[in-house]
């Protein structure tokens, strides 16, 4: 079984500023790792994926991500937000063998603020 | 990439009726979507796993009697909240992985339902 941990539910950050967001994952297999994002009322959008290789996945809306096994981390992060960024961010997993199952933390509320 | 579509947006359904959910691969063959469930402030939590053709595999909890699952083509699969009650009032979403292929799943833009 899998399961993912995003520590912080609610993350305030100024305009242009950096952000990271945390996320830690615990599998027994091989996983693929996703980051979604939610805008109020609607559907999920994928933002990024790490399947295999590079560590660093870069994705839309200038974020990228770090696949850090030994610490079992994906951590999210963008060196500049914008106000369109307030949203929630789900951490999710999947095992690399069936890629059926998708596995969700709780999520993170990204609270721009101008 | 895949677009995966989701009706109604909104419903508001009296308690003790049944209201269906209806999700359709637009551009792409799904043999496989799923059903999450969404409370307010909570995460998604997978309901039940879809195969055309084949009958749905329920997550542990959920009742299959209550959430009927019809997957009849390849491009709709359709979820039934039978007897609605006010505690079923929730985000329902809908994905669809394209094909047979290990692919990502593409979601839907789900259904706030509010049971009264």
């Known amino acids: 079984a899998q399961s993912v941990t995003q520590l912080d539910s609610q993350v305030p950050v100024f305009e242009e500023a950096p952000v990271e967001l945390r996320c830690n994952y615990s599998?027994?297999?091989?996983?693929?790792l996703f980051w979604y994002v939610q805008y109020p009322n609607q559907g999920l959008q994928l933002l990024l994926k790490?399947?295999?290789?590079?560590?660093l996945v870069k994705g839309i809306n200038g974020f990228e991500a770090e696949f850090n096994k030994s610490q079992t981390s994906f951590h999210l992060r963008k060196p500049s937000v914008h106000i369109s960024d307030t949203a929630e961010y789900f951490c999710?997993?999947?095992?690399?063998?069936?890629?059926?199952?998708?596995?969700f933390g709780t999520g993170t509320k990204l609270q721009v603020i101008p | 990439g895949a677009v995966v579509s989701q009706h109604p947006s909104w419903v508001i359904c009296k308690s003790g009726t049944s209201v269906k959910i209806e999700c359709r691969s637009l551009?792409?063959?799904?043999?496989?979507m799923f059903w999450y469930r969404q409370f307010p402030k909570q995460s998604l939590m997978l309901m039940a796993t879809?195969?055309?053709?084949?009958?749905?595999?329920?997550e542990q909890g959920v009742e299959k009697d209550k959430f009927l699952i019809n997957h009849a083509s390849l491009t709709l699969s359709t979820l039934t909240v039978t007897s609605a009650h006010p505690e079923d009032s929730s985000f329902y979403i809908c994905?669809?992985?394209?094909?047979?292929?290990?692919?990502?799943?593409?979601f839907g833009q789900g259904t706030r339902l509010t049971v009264v």
């Open positions: 994905s669809a992985r394209v094909g047979n292929m290990n692919t990502e799943a593409f």
């Open positions: 599998s027994s297999v091989s996983v693929y």
């Open positions: 790490y399947l295999s290789g590079s560590t």
């Open positions: 999710a997993v999947s095992d690399s063998g069936g890629y059926q199952k998708v596995t």
């Open positions: 551009d792409f063959q799904a043999t496989t």
């Open positions: 879809s195969n055309e053709g084949s009958k749905a595999t329920y």
